[in-house]
């Protein structure tokens, strides 16, 4: 099994020395004060949004010009900063993300944060030499994700916020990419990425960068009393950074892109100290002060503090069930100003009838500054002291002197004005040279071949009826789906789909041979090491018994390359395909088929092209994966599979069903996605086939469905509405 996670990169079996360890303390700057507080308490790399497409679209995030100077600010301090390009892109955005990204770029910006495949692809291709880092928002589980991910071109991976210290390890062991964990701030319930509550409740979704954060709200379960049940508390881990350090972390990710700089001053200053003090004295001499954990603590007080998933898969003691507490304590540490100064070296020589003229040293940049003419002194001469006070008054700089050498003559006389002009303008040029290292020449645009003008990408498509496939997650739905000659398509859910009775039914169906079709089985949303031990028990049978498979995430796919499996591999929603760039990214990779984004709507749909691909057009559909479980956290851990539901402030019902052996939930919108209506709208998008999600519906309830769609899309009939409360999801609305 090990061979299995060891075979993707070089291994890193000898611990290396800790007084080598080189950590990176990453502070988050949702505005450009944030930025300058976390570059004053001890950040080395800073991550912030621009204007646009970043997964904190309500913090402050900075216009260009602001950025671009936050970009030589950080580089003249000599740390890094990452820009969050982490949302899902439409086509229409893809259009405009090379002129948004090269201001950025030819400035020297280090490293984008990725979430779109699209997007990646497009950065590696268009700008050269710019560092990709993947997003906790891909959902990279294990070393197969991280090893997917390399051979694309990041060069690090933030990891699902789930994975314990043993799975990060292997990871960094194994992927020889850089790991960034978080290690303080905000959890989400759900796995990131795989989050669609706020967006299918509201409109606003997490993958846009605009949650709503449903999870915060109370939810009746049980019949009791409206508890939080789906709010974790936050993260704080400065007392285990030992063991986040000698798990081969390289970056700690502080959350807080929406807090004030104050916060981000304190929080980055403790790890700052305490990363430090490790380094320096090892473990054995690690101890955080209470004072400095009532100052974490202090700094921003909403639900409590738990240690994550670091040392534990999940937990009642993570989650937070009383209403929040409120605010900030006043017990921070920030000071009234953000300045840090860098120490120069200076030589100012003054001599009558030349220039003045001021040499700076930092770092090893020099520069020479030339000014007006020293004169000869008519009255009262300068004297030294006089000229150091004036030359050192650098308050409003990046700068003070460590050494400044005057030489002057005797008799010497300059205005005091000439000389603050020769020192700004000195300093001027030494903050321009120094950053000057880390510009880039502007690249020129490769235009994408496969791009076409609008009208001809929107001309609709008269297509053949599409195939009718569904996704079964009960031994009965899939009795009615073998049985129904109009299904082309059956997707076992991968729960059931090593159950005898499913065994020997699909067998059976295949001996009968009257209503031939194509039965795959659908993988795990989530497939971590746990779930990849079973899976490597059953592969031959699993080779055998299905026509192909429907995959959920990157390592998945890795798993089935790594085994050389020949059926079709066909993608689902998580694997978001969100423009024209992902998909062709999917095509490439040499899948079977994807399918289409459910937070699409028409219109973007059919400037996508969605020809050959499958689009979900009924169910209850997953809002949330997660690897907490309600039904463990209130009433204790039974491994039995079973449904359980949450009742809103409404009164809608979220049923969440619990996958006890790849251990998650999965909470389903409270009313099925209906697109009966729409089929000969649907028809013209031309998808391959439309699918129906089938989870809780009793066997005759999945006959009855399968037959309305049968009738709306294979032969063209009117339909009457059901007797049911439904939504279309955002076919006509989409996302902002």
């Known amino acids: 099994m090990d061979s299995l996670f060891y075979h993707t990169g070089n291994s890193l079996a000898k611990e290396k020395d800790m007084s080598d360890k080189n950590v990176e303390i990453l502070a988050p700057a949702g505005s450009v004060r944030s930025l300058q507080a976390a570059v004053c308490a001890g950040a080395d790399a800073v991550y912030i949004g621009g204007s646009r497409f970043g997964a904190r679209a309500y913090a402050e995030n900075p216009e260009e010009g602001q950025l671009l100077e936050a970009i030589d600010y950080v580089h003249f301090h000599g740390r890094k900063i990452y820009m969050t390009v982490n949302t899902l892109l439409k086509d ?23 979430q779109d495949l699209g997007v990646l692809d497009f950065v590696r291709e268009q700008f050269p030499g710019l560092a990709i880092h993947v997003s906790t928002q891909v959902t990279v589980t294990n070393a197969l994700g991280a090893a997917f991910f390399k051979e694309k071109g990041a060069e690090r991976i933030v990891p699902a916020r789930e994975l314990n210290l043993r799975e990060i390890r292997k990871m960094k062991e194994s992927a020889g990419l850089e790991i960034e964990c978080f290690v303080h701030g905000a959890l989400c319930y759900c796995y990131s990425g795989q989050c669609l509550m706020s967006s299918m409740i509201g409109g606003r979704s ?61 929080v980055v200053s403790i790890y700052r100290k305490y990363v430090d003090l490790y380094l320096k004295e090892g473990a054995e001499n690690f101890r955080v002060s209470g004072e400095d954990i009532k100052l974490l603590q202090g700094a921003y007080r909403r639900r409590g503090y738990c240690k994550g998933y670091y040392r534990q898969h999940n937990g009642k003691n993570m989650i937070s069930l009383t209403r929040p507490l409120c605010g900030a304590e006043d017990v921070c540490n920030a000071p009234d100003d953000y300045k840090i100064k860098e120490k120069i070296n200076g030589e100012l020589i003054l001599f009558a009838g030349r220039s003045a003229k001021i040499n700076l040293e930092f770092n090893g940049t020099k520069i020479t500054c030339e000014g007006t003419a020293v004169q000869e002194a008519q009255q009262q001469p300068l004297t030294e002291v006089r000229v150091r006070r004036q030359m050192e008054k650098t308050g409003g700089t990046e700068v003070e002197f460590e050494s400044l050498d005057i030489k002057m003559s005797d008799h010497i006389f300059l205005p005091m004005q000439s000389l603050n002009e020769l020192r700004r303008e000195g300093i001027r040029r030494l903050f321009r040279e120094v950053t000057a290292g880390y510009r880039r020449e502007k690249v020129l645009k490769e235009e994408n071949l496969q791009d076409a003008e609008d009208a001809a990408i929107l001309k609709c498509c008269e297509t053949a009826a599409p195939w009718i496939s569904v996704l079964v997650n009960e031994t ?94 066909i993608s689902d929603y998580p694997l978001y395909v969100f423009n024209r760039r992902s998909k062709e990214f999917l095509e490439r990779e040499g899948l079977s088929g994807y399918t289409a984004s459910v937070e699409l709507n028409s219109r973007e749909l059919l400037r996508l092209g969605i020809q050959g691909a499958g689009l979900i057009v009924y169910g209850y559909q997953p809002v949330m994966v997660s690897a907490n479980c309600v039904f463990k956290n209130l009433r204790g851990c039974t491994k039995k599979e079973g449904i359980l539901y949450l009742t809103d402030r409404y009164h809608k019902k979220f049923a969440v069903k619990n996958y006890c052996r790849d251990c998650y939930n999965i909470i389903y919108n409270p009313i099925p996605l209906m697109l009966v209506w729409q089929a000969a709208e649907i028809k013209k998008l031309g998808p391959a086939y439309v699918r129906l999600d089938f989870t809780t519906e009793t066997q005759e309830e999945t006959r009855k469905i399968v037959r309305l769609y049968s009738a709306a899309f294979l032969d063209g009939q009117k339909v009457s509405a059901p007797d049911m409360e439904y939504t279309k999801g955002h076919f006509k609305r989409g996302v902002k």
């Not at 030819?106 to 984008?112: H, K, P, Q, T």
């Not at 409206?226 to 959350?255: H, R, Y």
């Not at 299904?487 to 729960?495: G, T």
Request: aromatic content about 12%.
């Open 92 to 114: 229409e955005e893809m259009d405009t993300l090379y002129d948004y990204l090269l201001p950025y770029y030819e400035r020297g910006l280090d490293a984008v944060i990725v």
């Open 476 to 569: 009965a739905q899939l009795e009615a789906a073998l049985d129904m000659e109009q299904i082309a398509v059956v997707y076992v859910d991968s729960h059931i789909g090593w159950d005898e009775a499913v065994e020997r039914r699909i067998t059976a169906c295949r001996k009968d041979g009257r209503y031939r079709k194509k039965v795959m089985l659908a993988m795990p949303f989530i497939f971590r090491e746990h779930t990849i031990r079973i899976f490597e028990k059953l592969y031959d049978e699993m080779s055998e018994l299905y026509d192909g498979v429907l995959i959920r995430n990157w390592e998945s796919y890795m798993w089935l390359r790594w085994h050389r499996y020949q059926k079709e591999v």
């Open 206 to 266: 997490g993958n846009r960068g605009q949650c709503a954060q449903p999870c915060r709200l109370p939810y009746e379960v049980f019949g009791g009393k409206p508890q939080d049940i789906l709010s974790l508390k936050d993260l704080c881990t400065v007392e285990m950074l030992p063991d986040l350090l000698e798990a081969g972390i390289d970056s700690f990710k502080i959350e807080g892109r929406m807090k004030q700089p104050e916060y981000v001053y304190t």
